[in-house]
C-alpha cells in the first residue's frame, strides 16, 4: 500500500488533482496588444478590450495560440484541431466585462501524460485531463487605501494556460513531484517561466479522501497556491482536515478553500461553484478556432529536447547514473552548460565537477549558473589540464578555486602559480629518499607489517613536492623504494 494517513478508525488513502494556471510567455495579451511586461507601474498595460469598453472586440493573439500547442505536444498530449472560446460569466471587481473569455466543451488540448520523478528513484504517470487557453483578470489592491479598494488591470486580458491533472496523485510528494515536472517542461519549452513568485505559475489544488479502495469522495478545492512546499503542505493540512469530519460522522461539504501558509491550516473561501453557475456559452465575438495540421507539425518539429529524453541520452551517451542525469536536467541552463563541460571529455568527471565543486561555489557565492564566476568553457579547459596530467585532481581544486575568486583562465592561474605536476623521476626520488630518512622508525613499522602507513609517506612526498607530484608515479617510486 502507498501513501496513507493513520486516523482513529483507520487508514485513509489522499485523492489529489490539480489545475495549474500558467501564465504564457508572449509580448502581448491574449486579445490584444498591451504589453504583458511584470512589475510594470499600475494600469499602464491596458487597451481598451482589456477594460471592455463598449464596442471594442478581441482579435486572437497567434503566438499565444503557439505557446498553447507546443505545451500540449511537450505533455504528449493530443491536439484539438477544432476548439473554441466560452464566456465564462462571474462577477469579480477587476475583471470589467463581467466575463472571463476562456474554453469549456471544446479545448486546446486534450490528454495527455506526464512522467513525475519520485524520491525512490521510482517514475509514475499522471494523466493530462485538457489544457485551454483563458485570459486573466485584474488585481485588486486592498492595502493601498483605509477605506477604498484600487484596481490594476496590468494582468487583466494576460494569456493563460489552464492544465488539468487527472485525479491520480496520491500523496503530498506526488503532488510535488508533479508541479516540479510539469514547471521543468514549460520551462525548457518556453512557453511559461514558471516563476511562482511572481504568479506565473500557481496551483488550485484539489483534495478528497477515501477509504482504500472505495471511490472518490467529496473533493475541496484549496485556491492559487504559489508554491511547491505549500502545495505539498496544503494537501496534507487539507486531507487530516476532511479525515477529522468523516470520523466524528460529519459531511464534507464540496467548497473552495485558501491556505494559511502561516497556521498550516485550510479555510474556506466560498462554497464550490459548478458549471452551471457560470452560464458558459459560445463567445460571439471570436470564430472557432481551426487549426492547420502542417502548422502544428511544424511546431513539434521545432520543440527542443525535453527532460526525461536528455536524461536519457546522459545516461546513455556520458555513462551517468540516473540520479546524476536528474540533477543535471533540472533546468534547461545546467544540462545546457554541462554538456558544453562533457563534451568530449570524460562525462562522469565533469559530473562530479559540476555537481560538486561548481555547485559548491554557487551556493558559496549566490551565483546561479547564468551568471557562474566560472563559465563552461573554462571548467572544460581545467578538465583537459588533469587529463593530460599538466596538473592532479588536489591542484585542480586550488585552480578551480582561484578561477572562482578571478575569473582568470586555468592554464594563465597554472603558469602564474608555478603549479604544473611534476613528473620528473629524478625529482620524485629525491622526494621519496628524503622522506624516508626522515622517517627511518615508520619504515621500519611498515617493513614489519603496517601497510597502512603506506598513505602516511605519500602524504609527506607530496607536502615536500608541494603538492605537485604526480600520484601515479609517486605511488610507484615509493614502493619500489619500500620494497
Known sequence: MGYTIQGATGAWEVVVGLEVHAQVISKAKLFSGAATAFGAEPNSQVSFVDAAFPGM??????????????????????????SRFDRKNYFYADLPAGYQISQYEKPIVGRGTIMIDLPDGSTKPIGITRLHLEQDAGKSLHDQHPTKSWIDLNRAGVALMEIVSEPDIRSPEEAGAYLTKLRQILRYLGTCDGNMEEGSLRADVNVSVRRPGEGFRTRCEVKNVNSIRFVMQAVEAEARRQIAIWEEGGTVEQETRLFDSARGVTRPMRSKEHAHDYRYFPDPDLLPLVLDPGWVESLKASLPELPDAK?????????????????????????????AVAKGRDGKLAANW?????????????????????????LGRLLDLIADSTINGRIAKEVFEAMVETGEDPVAIVDARGLRQVTDPGAIEAAVAEVLARNQDKVAEYRAGKEKLFGYFVGQVMKVMQGKGNPALVNEVLKKSLG
Not at 311 to 327: K, M, N, P, Q
Open 57 to 82: 472586440l478581441p482579435v486572437l493573439n497567434r503566438e499565444c495560440v503557439a505557446q498553447a500547442v507546443r505545451t500540449g505536444l511537450g505533455l504528449n498530449a493530443t491536439i484539438n484541431l477544432e
Open 311 to 339: 536524461a536519457a541520452r546522459f545516461i546513455r551517451e556520458y555513462g551517468l547514473s540516473a540520479y546524476e542525469a536528474r540533477v543535471l536536467v533540472a533546468e534547461r541552463a545546467t544540462a545546457d552548460y554541462y554538456e
Open 354 to 378: 559540476v555537481m560538486g565543486d561548481l555547485f559548491a561555489a554557487l551556493n558559496r557565492t549566490g551565483c546561479t549558473i547564468e551568471t557562474s564566476p566560472v563559465s563552461a568553457e573554462a
